[in-house]
């Protein structure tokens, strides 16, 4: 939902430190801590690649339903802006109030 004669100008745009910040994240999290407790919870290296790659198709399967979201509202955002619009202006207040306090606080910069 856009205010009438009001222009939004989403900047495209990666800067090194957040590409840097990600990458950590998916690397520490993603190859050094997860397998670990992922094989000595299904015992056998057969169900825990099976385990991975269906777990990659569905984060291929979200990333393209974003990317769609994405094309459809290109404004900042995010999340946010998809509840919004979808769900309404409460919905989505919510949202970003838990994203900040319980989803991911230590990903907020601080300001």
């Known amino acids: 939902?856009?205010?009438p004669n009001q222009q939004?100008?989403?900047q495209r745009r990666l800067g090194l430190g957040s590409a840097a910040a990600v990458a950590?994240?998916?690397i520490g999290v993603g190859?050094?801590?997860t397998?670990?407790?992922m094989a000595r919870q299904l015992g056998s290296p057969f169900w825990l690649l099976a385990v991975w790659l269906f777990m990659g198709l569905m984060a291929v399967a979200g990333a393209l339903c974003f990317g769609g979201l994405a094309a459809r509202y290109p404004e900042a955002g995010g999340a946010y802006v998809y509840l919004r619009e979808a769900f309404g202006p409460r919905l989505a207040f919510l949202y970003g109030w838990m994203q900040l306090l319980v989803i991911d606080p230590p990903a907020s910069p601080p300001h």
């Open 1 to 3: 939902m856009t205010i």
């Open 8 to 10: 939004t100008h989403l």
């Open 24 to 26: 950590g994240e998916v």
């Open 31 to 33: 190859i050094f801590l």
């Open 35 to 37: 397998p670990a407790g």
